[in-house]
């Protein structure tokens, strides 16, 4: 069985930082490209950050450039997402998705709230 666990998230002040985990199951994570989905109430999902399947090569979406930053651990199946500096547009569910090929498989999401 699939499965794709998220962690970390929480309710931080501006300025502060996060890590979220996710941790795969039920499939052989070390040949999958990770990434991390976000969705704020009202829009559309959008790509957070990638990572390739080896972790040599990532993308960071321009809006969180600069500040967060993807990894991942082929040891322990699970791929990070560390954020920092995050600000109250970064509040949203952030998602991981794994991808191979035709397969693609989802999380249930962890909630991220930047307030004061």
């Known amino acids: 069985q699939v499965q794709l666990v998220e962690s970390g998230g929480g309710l931080v002040q501006p300025g502060g930082s996060l890590r979220l985990s996710c941790t795969a199951s039920g499939f052989t994570f070390s040949r999958y490209d990770m990434s991390w989905y976000r969705q704020a109430p009202g829009k559309e999902r959008e790509l957070v950050a990638g990572?390739?399947?080896?972790?040599?090569?990532?993308n960071i979406g321009g809006s969180v450039k600069g500040r967060f930053t993807i990894s991942r651990d082929n040891v322990k199946n699970t791929v990070y997402l560390r954020m920092n500096d995050l600000k109250p547009e970064d509040t949203a569910v952030y998602y991981c998705?794994?991808?191979?090929?035709?397969?693609?498989?989802w999380g249930q999401g962890t909630q991220v709230t930047v307030s004061s």
């Open positions: 990572i390739s399947s080896t972790g040599r090569s990532t």
């Open positions: 998705n794994a991808v191979r090929s035709v397969f693609n498989y």
